[in-house]
């Protein structure tokens, strides 16, 4: 069948136009998390390309005194700018009036409280990468600066989201045991952060929040922590240093599931959900649940500064 053109005209004048890409940008090129995420959001020509956004601009940030900053923090803003087209800015409020949302990517969680204090006054949507911050009590400002500035915010591990833990999320669980490497950075206070914070997230995304009390067993090459759930649940996390493999198992009642070994643990999945929050507003991992996941971290450190003696959340 042939359509003149003004029927042409007619028959598309009422489809939606397709929606232009987000524009993004970064705080913190010292990671490696951000040439995998320009190379994720940038090239359509990718099979696992994510549609939708764009990063367009990076602040560089870095930790001087932090190895993995100081070694990375040039090198992926070199990346950023000559692979993907990335304009680097002299300052974070340089961001504000080029992008839709920003993604705090610094590697390093203590000069997040400052950096994200100078994010919310872009007033834009702020995704925070792992760790969320070194220390309970900044965790706990960032939340408060962001609803004293009426902007959206979440952070997550990109392991939440994998293959491995949607497939256990069923009904009925009755406790849970997850384990992912956990070295250590010296400068983070609350050590379980720098890395640990992986498994643990794979523990709180099977289990929910609720737990009230943290008891720590430290070697030099593992910790096992374990939480007592407000409703009698167990769950524990054991950290493996200096690396080691990720998995999870949950038991119900008449049964205990275990996560496939080889199942992937990239970012692709978690950065569908970045896009998806910028888009729409709707915030995937509730702050709540964020903070108490640094509540069990910081009841961890007690726990093994006391010897392995059990420690209520506060």
């Given amino acids: 069948m042939r359509y003149s053109r003004a029927a042409l005209l007619l028959l598309f004048a009422g489809a939606p136009a397709a929606a232009a890409d987000l524009r993004l940008g ?11 995420f320009a190379r994720l959001l940038n090239d359509p020509s990718l099979p696992d390309h994510v549609p939708g ?43 504000c009036g080029k992008v839709d949302g920003i993604l705090l990517t610094s590697v ?50 990109s392991l939440r989201f994998t293959e491995m833990i949607t497939r256990l999320k069923v009904d009925g669980i009755t406790g849970a045991i997850t384990w992912g490497p956990g070295p250590f950075e010296e400068h983070h206070h609350l050590d379980l952060s720098w890395y640990a914070i992986h498994p643990i997230e794979m523990l709180y995304a099977l289990m929910g929040t609720g737990c009230v009390e943290v008891t720590r067993t430290f ?18 996390v054991r950290a493996a240093r200096p690396y ?5 198992v949950v038991f119900r009642a008449k049964d205990a599931l275990q996560s496939d070994p080889k199942a992937p643990v990239g970012y692709r999945d978690m950065v569908v959900e970045i896009v998806k929050f910028f888009r729409t507003g709707t915030v995937p991992v509730p702050v709540e649940e964020s903070l108490e996941i640094f509540s069990f971290m910081d009841a961890a450190l007690r726990s093994k500064q006391s010897g392995g003696a059990p420690q209520v959340l506060r």
């Fill in 219 to 236: 070697t030099a090459d593992a910790d096992v922590i374990t939480g007592r759930w407000k409703d009698g649940r167990i769950g524990t």
């Fill in 26 to 36: 970064l705080v913190g090129t010292d990671t490696s998390h951000v040439t995998a």
């Fill in 53 to 95: 956004a764009r990063i367009v601009a990076a602040y560089k940030g870095g930790t001087p005194d932090n190895a993995t900053s100081a070694k990375y923090v040039d090198q992926y803003a070199g990346e950023l700018r000559s692979k993907w087209g990335v304009e680097i800015v002299p300052r974070i409020a340089d961001l």
């Fill in 244 to 248: 080691g493999p990720y998995g999870a």
């Fill in 108 to 157: 390093d969680g203590r000069p997040h409280l400052e950096e994200a204090r100078r994010i919310f006054a872009c007033r834009k949507p702020v995704w925070i990468d792992k760790p969320l911050a070194s220390t309970l009590e900044d965790a706990r400002e960032i939340a408060r600066l962001a609803k004293e500035s009426g902007v959206k915010w979440w952070t997550s591990s």
